[in-house]
């Protein structure tokens, strides 16, 4: 029988076309993401005052909890579809929204916030809960991968979880699809395309999984981005331009570091990072 997370033909250049994919086979069971939420407290309860589950980046560098949801063969048999046969995990976050939250996700495109180059890292979001219209799951621009990087703006007005976002009129809105699936499922999202998501007035919890993974031949700026690690999933990293990470021992622990974007670098890395843009 063939392996049903090898993507085909048709589901690879739908991707390349529309900077996204859904309709995949799901990866766990509704029973087997019963034991992975049941097990989220514990990592949830690393968090320090005054974080969030939004500070949950790289964890998957010291629990193996994360390092086996970003390593799951399934997964890697998707994005290697994508990426072809050499390609390394760098980067995991959680966006959980609670019930009834304004907190919305602005519109944006990955690529802009990350001091990477070339552009060419697939983002796995793995449903933790069934994800739809009401509760706020997130909604991409089809196509808008291919118009390149578009202006970003610090904003403080606003709800969103991110503070540099896509101006308006740069994008129309209103071509965007929104995802709707079920938990255990995945979509893929190329760094380019432009997504964002409504803030969660229902009653049930929106809770997911960034997975973000790259070609081999993409290089970190470490002086905007320090920590960066890679984990190398499939092949050989045939480059060595940045960091291994060692792999972690510990079900439940948190990094010392914090992981640093372009965002958070501030107005200095963003003035580098346009001049590489
Ligand atoms: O979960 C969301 O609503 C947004 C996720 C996102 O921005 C991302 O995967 O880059």
Redesign the pocket.
């Known amino acids: 029988m063939s392996n049903p997370y090898t993507l085909t033909d048709a589901q690879k250049a739908f991707y390349h076309e529309q900077g996204y994919l859904l309709g995949l086979p799901p990866i766990y069971t509704p029973a087997e993401m019963a034991r992975i939420n049941a097990d989220l407290p514990n990592l949830l309860a690393l968090l320090r005052p005054g974080e969030d589950p939004k500070d949950i980046r790289e964890w998957h560098e010291t629990s193996t909890y994360l390092y086996e949801l970003c390593m799951n063969p399934k997964v890697l048999d998707l994005v290697e579809g994508i990426l072809g046969p050499n390609f390394f995990l760098w980067a995991s976050n959680f966006?959980i929204?609670p019930p009834f939250t304004h907190a919305t996700?602005g519109w944006?495109q990955?690529a802009y916030y990350w001091p990477m180059a070339p552009h060419n890292t697939v983002?796995v979001?793995l449903a933790f809960d069934d994800v739809d219209a009401e509760n706020?799951?997130?909604k991409i621009v089809p196509g808008s991968h291919r118009a390149g990087l578009l202006k970003h703006s610090r904003s403080t007005q606003t709800d969103s979880v991110?503070t540099l976002e896509l101006e308006s009129g740069t994008f129309n809105e209103a071509d965007a699809v929104q995802f709707k699936l079920k938990a255990g499922e995945v979509s893929l999202?190329d760094d380019r395309a432009v997504?964002?998501?409504p803030g969660n007035p229902s009653p049930r919890r929106?809770a997911?999984l960034?997975m973000r993974y790259s070609g081999t031949h993409v290089k970190n700026d470490l002086s905007i981005n320090p920590h960066f690690k890679t984990y190398l999933c499939r092949g050989v990293d045939e480059f060595h331009y940045n960091p291994v990470g060692p792999v972690p021992t510990q079900r439940f622990a948190r990094p010392e570091f914090k992981a640093v974007s372009v965002e958070e670098a501030g107005a200095e890395a963003e003035a580098v990072h346009k001049k590489t843009m």
Do not use: P
């Open positions: 966006f929204k996700v944006h990955d983002t979001w706020g799951a997130m991110l999202h997504h964002g998501s929106r997911g960034t």
